[in-house]
């Protein structure tokens, strides 16, 4: 157990302005292709540029976090089916419209002098992933985890004698002619891209031929990695490795001088509804926090200084039905440094790792509109001391930027590496001295950000270890099998031979099998208060379980506490026995668990699965039938409603034959609507089974009464008739 001895807050620090000429357009919802830029045949056919997107979503820990390969978060309203920053996950609270790196410089170019910048926002398309091969078999994001074969971090899995020597990007790095086969596996949740700044871009503010984006040639390995413990849950952390390949494009490449690297994000906070409008009644600051962190256990106090740009809800006002308790924000957790310079003039880094700026403004004529007002926001008033915007005086739609620097030089084939944290947590209400309430920031998970990146001190490699914590072992692989009033969920024993990451340690000690039920489709995932634990099995019992098979199958268990046509969630998760150490007593060495050594159990948003329990498809149409029969509206059946199906209103048709025509009637004989069925055409989960939202052929929301189905099979010519009723 630790406890945080809070030293000192600083939340408001002198502010600076830069004037802003009016803008075309807004920034929101646009979207861009780029053309090549004009470099050397044998590098433009050399494959540098492939247009392809690749857009997922952290979902293992409480932050659910849209990533892309294009340098931005967030899903920038291209993907309205996923999540942007949703937190805590399940409960449809969105806290951004999209962030994205931001890298500026000087070069020199042929004797030309020019200010450039990169952003992943605004200005799409500056950001690419080029290589084909690049990205796990084109995937254009890898994933994996802590733990994964031929994962270990800092350990030889392939026995060649080296570690972590292929980076995990599909490709054959140590020239061995295997591929990923000794990659540094990190987090419960890790997502690996590769992109590039080598492309052109018309600039939207100004279309003009002359205004293309200039790029500075960059490489950049961004990787992002979440985890399950619930201490470490509520953050993702981020690394970016950026290097100048300038070379690439021209032989001589050229030096980025006097360069900064920062962090934007526009953040949308409120609940995820368009028709609310949430994203106009944001505010933000910026907030240093200074804290003593003491342990319980005798260990050494740890110091933390915590600097972060946050964005949080106004709430009340006329926009009340959006409020949300919480706030996102971005902490800087590290970038290269330069120590060893005698001066700031001589130096090649920032001496110490911190925010260099800190700007923060409304959307539409305050935004930056090119290369060097973006410059100037990164910059901020000064090269030699940092710039701070004050916090917001009214709610309006904010953006906000952190930034780094400056980098004296960043010569050809040369690398910075540069850290953050996308976190979020509450903001508190603080009654000060004169009875004024402020709302502030629970600085809770800020803390916990930091201290899984400051990691630990590993005295056997020698160096600092970052983005470390203990861990649970990995899930097993499942398969999730619905059936008639029944549910078999099957797994293998992967998680029994992978030692822990930390320890070295082969300590699994059990399998947990969860179950969510009740989810409506609120959102991407079942909220945690659906989900409830329904078997333990433990290393001593997995013989009650054991089919005698190998690989997925091994472990069966079986859940008949279930209805045919409802969405159940599942997940098989695996826990360790903790740390023990050995104690010498009079009776001789004994082991007793650790300080702070308590198990670690996997969390069920690792593998979790959703499936509906059914009947197999009809032999013939005497089976069919109807769910549920009768309706009632707003009863648990129903789903909640979304963007790309407006009604969640239902009722099921189940065993039909592969191929159908439903024809719904009322009693009177009116046609109300005809469905048809086709199992080559939907979910091969869904078999046997078709849904009616109970809205007739012209658009119209159907009464209560009597209805009557005709299902033909379009196969055999087979025909059967029934009923149902619907009650409003």
């Given at each position: 157990?630790?406890?945080?001895?809070?030293?000192?807050?600083?939340?408001?620090?002198?502010?600076?302005?830069?004037?802003?000429?009016?803008a075309?357009s807004?920034?929101?919802?646009?979207?861009?292709?780029?053309?090549m830029?004009?470099?050397p045949?044998?590098?433009?056919d050399?494959?540098?540029?492939?247009?392809?997107?690749?857009?997922?979503f952290h979902?293992?820990?409480?932050?659910?976090?849209?990533v892309s390969?294009?340098?931005?978060?967030?899903?920038?309203?291209?993907?309205?089916?996923?999540?942007?920053?949703?937190?805590?996950?399940?409960s449809?609270?969105?806290?951004l419209?999209?962030?994205?790196?931001?890298?500026?410089?000087?070069?020199?170019?042929?004797?030309?002098?020019?200010?450039?910048?990169?952003?992943?926002?605004?200005?799409?398309g500056e950001?690419?992933?080029?290589?084909?091969?690049?990205?796990?078999?084109?995937?254009g994001?890898?994933?994996?985890?802590?733990?994964?074969p031929?994962?270990?971090?800092?350990?030889?899995?392939?026995?060649?004698g080296?570690?972590?020597?292929?980076?995990?990007?599909?490709l054959?790095?140590?020239g061995?002619?295997?591929?990923?086969e000794?990659?540094?596996?990190?987090?419960?949740?890790?997502?690996?891209?590769?992109?590039?700044?080598?492309?052109?871009?018309?600039?939207?503010?100004?279309?003009?031929?002359?205004n293309?984006?200039?790029?500075?040639?960059?490489?950049?390995?961004?990787?992002?990695?979440?985890?399950?413990?619930?201490?470490?849950?509520?953050?993702?952390?981020?690394?970016?490795?950026?290097?100048?390949?300038?070379?690439?494009?021209d032989?001589?490449g050229?030096?980025?001088?006097?360069s900064?690297?920062?962090?934007?994000?526009?953040?949308?906070?409120?609940?995820?509804?368009?028709?609310?409008?949430?994203?106009?009644?944001?505010k933000?600051a910026?907030?240093?926090?200074?804290?003593?962190?003491?342990?319980?256990?005798?260990?050494?106090?740890?110091?933390?200084?915590l600097?972060m740009?946050?964005?949080?809800?106004?709430?009340?006002?006329?926009?009340?039905?959006?409020?949300?308790?919480?706030?996102?924000?971005?902490?800087?957790l590290?970038h290269?440094?330069?120590?060893?310079?005698i001066?700031?003039?001589?130096?090649?880094?920032p001496?110490?790792?911190?925010?260099h700026?800190?700007?923060i403004?409304?959307?539409?004529?305050?935004d930056?509109?090119d290369?060097?007002?973006?410059?100037?926001?990164l910059?901020?008033l000064?090269?030699?001391?940092?710039?701070?915007?004050?916090?917001?005086?009214?709610?309006?739609?904010?953006r906000?930027?952190?930034?780094?620097?400056?980098?004296k030089?960043?010569?050809?084939?040369?690398?910075?590496?540069?850290?953050?944290?996308?976190?979020?947590?509450?903001?508190?209400?603080?009654?000060?001295?004169?009875?004024?309430?402020?709302?502030?920031?629970?600085?809770?998970?800020?803390?916990?950000?930091?201290?899984?990146?400051d990691?630990?001190?590993?005295?056997?490699?020698g160096k600092?270890v970052?983005?470390?914590?203990?861990s649970?072992?990995?899930?097993?692989?499942?398969?999730?099998?619905?059936?008639?009033?029944?549910v078999?969920?099957?797994?293998?024993?992967?998680?029994?031979?992978?030692?822990?990451?930390?320890?070295r340690?082969?300590?699994?000690?059990?399998?947990?099998?969860?179950?969510?039920?009740?989810?409506?489709?609120?959102?991407?995932?079942?909220?945690e208060?659906?989900?409830?634990?329904i078997?333990?099995?433990?290393s001593?019992?997995?013989?009650?379980?054991?089919?005698?098979?190998?690989?997925?199958?091994?472990?069966?268990?079986?859940?008949?506490?279930?209805?045919?046509?409802?969405?159940?969630?599942?997940?098989v998760?695996?826990?360790?026995?903790?740390?023990?150490?050995?104690?010498?007593?009079?009776?001789?060495?004994?082991?007793?668990?650790?300080p702070g050594?308590?198990?670690?159990?996997?969390k069920?948003?690792?593998?979790?699965?959703?499936?509906?329990p059914?009947?197999t498809?009809?032999?013939?149409?005497?089976?069919v039938?109807v769910?549920?029969?009768p309706y009632?509206?707003?009863a648990?059946?129903?789903?909640?409603?979304?963007?790309?199906?407006?009604?969640?209103?239902?009722i099921k048709?189940?065993?039909?034959?592969m191929?159908?025509?439903?024809?719904i009637?009322?009693?009177a004989?009116?046609?109300?609507?005809t469905?048809?069925?086709?199992?080559g055409?939907?979910?091969?989960?869904?078999?046997g089974?078709?849904?009616?939202?109970?809205?007739?052929?012209?658009?119209?929301?159907t009464v209560?009464?009597m209805?009557?189905?005709?299902?033909?099979?379009?196969?055999?010519g087979?025909?059967t008739?029934?009923?149902?009723?619907?009650?409003?």
């Amino acid at each position: 157990m630790i406890r945080c001895v809070r030293r000192s807050v600083l939340l408001l620090v002198a502010g600076w302005g830069v004037a802003m000429a009016p803008a075309s357009s807004s920034a929101r919802d646009y979207d861009y292709h780029d053309s090549m830029w004009d470099v050397p045949p044998g590098v433009r056919d050399g494959g540098l540029r492939q247009d392809t997107f690749a857009g997922w979503f952290h979902n293992v820990g409480n932050l659910l976090l849209h990533v892309s390969n294009r340098g931005y978060f967030g899903r920038r309203g291209s993907d309205s089916t996923n999540p942007s920053a949703e937190w805590p996950a399940g409960s449809n609270h969105e806290y951004l419209f999209a962030a994205g790196l931001w890298v500026a410089g000087v070069v020199d170019r042929g004797g030309v002098q020019d200010t450039l910048c990169t952003a992943g926002l605004y200005q799409f398309g500056e950001f690419w992933n080029h290589e084909p091969d690049e990205g796990c078999e084109g995937a254009g994001i890898c994933v994996t985890f802590e733990g994964a074969p031929s994962g270990q971090r800092n350990f030889d899995d392939d026995g060649d004698g080296l570690v972590d020597e292929d980076d995990l990007d599909g490709l054959d790095n140590d020239g061995d002619g295997r591929e990923d086969e000794d990659f540094a596996g990190i987090s419960q949740q890790m997502y690996r891209t590769v992109y590039y700044d080598t492309s052109m871009t018309f600039n939207e503010f100004r279309p003009q031929d002359e205004n293309r984006h200039t790029p500075l040639g960059l490489q950049v390995i961004q990787e992002s990695y979440v985890w399950t413990d619930p201490q470490f849950a509520d953050f993702v952390g981020i690394e970016f490795r950026i290097k100048n390949i300038s070379n690439l494009i021209d032989p001589e490449g050229w030096t980025i001088r006097d360069s900064y690297i920062g962090f934007m994000v526009d953040g949308d906070v409120g609940i995820d509804d368009d028709d609310l409008r949430y994203w106009l009644d944001d505010k933000g600051a910026f907030a240093e926090f200074d804290t003593t962190i003491t342990s319980d256990t005798g260990g050494e106090d740890i110091d933390l200084s915590l600097t972060m740009g946050y964005i949080y809800d106004e709430l009340g006002g006329a926009n009340a039905a959006d409020d949300v308790p919480g706030y996102c924000g971005v902490m800087f957790l590290g970038h290269s440094i330069d120590t060893t310079a005698i001066d700031f003039e001589t130096s090649t880094a920032p001496r110490s790792v911190g925010i260099h700026a800190f700007r923060i403004w409304s959307g539409g004529d305050q935004d930056a509109r090119d290369d060097l007002d973006r410059y100037r926001f990164l910059r901020g008033l000064f090269d030699t001391a940092r710039t701070i915007d004050p916090p917001t005086a009214r709610e309006a739609d904010y953006r906000f930027l952190v930034s780094a620097g400056p980098f004296k030089q960043i010569e050809p084939e040369s690398t910075l590496t540069f850290q953050v944290a996308f976190v979020c947590g509450l903001m508190l209400d603080v009654v000060q001295a004169d009875g004024t309430t402020d709302r502030i920031p629970d600085f809770t998970n800020p803390i916990q950000a930091q201290r899984v990146y400051d990691g630990f001190f590993d005295e056997a490699l020698g160096k600092q270890v970052h983005w470390a914590t203990s861990s649970p072992p990995p899930p097993p692989n499942i398969n999730v099998l619905p059936g008639d009033r029944n549910v078999v969920i099957e797994w293998d024993d992967f998680p029994e031979d992978v030692p822990d990451p930390l320890t070295r340690e082969l300590d699994f000690a059990g399998y947990q099998v969860w179950k969510a039920e009740g989810w409506r489709r609120e959102s991407n995932i079942p909220s945690e208060e659906m989900w409830r634990l329904i078997a333990d099995f433990d290393s001593t019992e997995l013989s009650d379980i054991d089919t005698g098979m190998s690989g997925v199958g091994k472990y069966r268990f079986a859940d008949t506490r279930v209805k045919n046509g409802f969405w159940y969630w599942y997940a098989v998760t695996a826990y360790d026995r903790g740390i023990f150490q050995a104690v010498d007593t009079d009776t001789g060495t004994v082991m007793i668990r650790s300080p702070g050594g308590e198990p670690k159990f996997g969390k069920f948003t690792q593998n979790m699965t959703r499936v509906m329990p059914r009947t197999t498809p009809a032999q013939t149409l005497d089976d069919v039938y109807v769910v549920p029969n009768p309706y009632r509206a707003d009863a648990a059946w129903d789903l909640a409603e979304t963007n790309f199906e407006p009604t969640g209103r239902r009722i099921k048709f189940f065993n039909l034959p592969m191929r159908a025509t439903i024809r719904i009637f009322t009693l009177a004989g009116d046609h109300v609507q005809t469905i048809d069925h086709d199992e080559g055409a939907g979910d091969p989960s869904e078999r046997g089974q078709a849904s009616w939202n109970l809205i007739s052929k012209n658009n119209q929301d159907t009464v209560s009464g009597m209805y009557i189905y005709h299902v033909q099979d379009r196969d055999s010519g087979q025909e059967t008739v029934g009923k149902f009723a619907i009650i409003r």
